[in-house]
């Protein structure tokens, strides 16, 4: 492994603020920090899929310009996560009314969390990309319910408006996929991009 070979120690940077992943990260215990992509040009529209893939990677390289004097080993790693139903892209809204707007448009529909993931080795450069996709229904949602859930949980800056690891879960039925894909993280793709880089995050000791 580079890190054993050259005397690098392999840390995980976590290219996102959203307090979720970070969440994740922890629950993993991971060793990781996080540095927030801030400044790129995001991917707004086209296919779904090559939008979270292309925001992921620009993500990822954002931050790596930023600890390019660093001398330890880092796997940057870089997120973007999207709501589509059938041909539209519901990303964060900009105000209750727009989120109400997408659960209403979600109620009892099956609806596809695409999420892209960016992983970059910051000595060698190399960058390794995929995509995750889980199908979500929707349970059929009166006026009402859609109201006290946005009066319960705060979801302007979370994609479709609901967070399915909070009050969000009782509006879903059944999901197909990963469930961690939905919060924002797809755990399991993410360990196997990882391995590419030869780090198996329960290989590694913690102190």
């Known amino acids: 492994m ?41 991917q707004k529209s086209g296919d779904p899929a090559r939008i979270v893939e292309e925001n992921s990677i620009a993500k990822a390289h954002n931050v790596l310009g930023r600890i390019s004097s660093r ?16 041909r539209r892209i519901l990303g964060k809204p900009s105000d209750i009314e727009e989120a109400y707007s997408f ?3 979600l109620s009892g529909k099956v609806h596809r969390v695409i999420s892209g ?5 910051s000595i060698t450069g190399r960058c390794e990309s995929d995509i ?3 199908e979500v229904r929707f ?9 006290g859930y946005l009066e319960r949980e705060d979801v ?5 408006a609901y967070n399915i690891g909070g009050a969000g879960a009782l509006l879903v039925e059944k999901i197909n996929g ?26 590694q000791s913690k102190e």
Do not use: W
């Open 178 to 203: 990963c469930f961690f894909n939905v919060i924002g993280v797809p755990v399991f793709k993410f360990a196997d991009l990882l391995e590419r880089f030869n780090y198996k995050i329960l290989d």
């Open 2 to 42: 580079l890190e054993q070979e050259e005397g690098f120690k392999t840390k995980i940077i976590l290219a996102s603020a959203s307090p979720r992943r970070k969440e994740i990260f922890e629950r993993l215990r991971l060793d990781f920090e996080v540095i927030a992509a801030e400044g790129y040009v995001e």
């Open 139 to 147: 349970k059929k949602l009166e006026p009402e319910e859609i109201r």
């Open 71 to 86: 001398r330890d080993r880092y796997l940057v790693s870089g997120f973007d996560t999207i709501v589509n139903l059938k």
């Open 117 to 121: 993931i960016c992983i970059i080795d």
């Open 103 to 105: 659960i209403s448009s």
């Open 156 to 160: 302007l800056d979370k994609a479709g």
């Open 132 to 134: 995750e996709i889980t």
